[in-house]
């Protein structure tokens, strides 16, 4: 489970709770139901507001994810583009029937 569904579950059910609910109870329930690898860096962190615990939980979660699929700007990969794009293809030009000519 994603920690977008939980959170969304969580919420649900903290509205049909029937008592007194503090910040802290909440943020305490919800660090006690993650998932192990979550919760080991969170639970030092010590955060009492529901709201910085979740966006906190899912930036975690982006972490333990991997690297983004998204390629990010390096200063590297702006050179390796342009070494290869230094000589383009050029095909080759046909001069009379069926001969070929070398493109230069």
């Not at 998204?70 to 390796?80: D, F, G, T």
């Not at 001069?95 to 070398?102: F, H, I, L, Q, S």
Request: net charge positive; aromatic share 10%.
């Amino acid at each position: 489970m994603t920690v977008q569904a939980y959170t969304d579950r969580f919420k649900y059910l903290a509205r049909i709770y029937s008592q007194a609910i503090t910040e802290e109870w909440r943020c305490r329930k919800f660090e006690g139901d993650l998932n192990h690898e979550l919760r080991r860096f969170l639970v030092p962190l010590r955060i009492w507001e529901f709201p910085v615990l979740v966006e906190q939980t899912k930036m975690v979660e982006q972490l333990e994810r991997g690297p983004s699929r998204v390629m990010r700007a390096h200063p590297n990969n702006s050179s390796i583009n342009e070494k290869r794009q230094e000589k383009p293809y050029t095909r080759p030009q046909r001069e009379g029937r069926g001969t070929v000519k070398e493109a230069q």
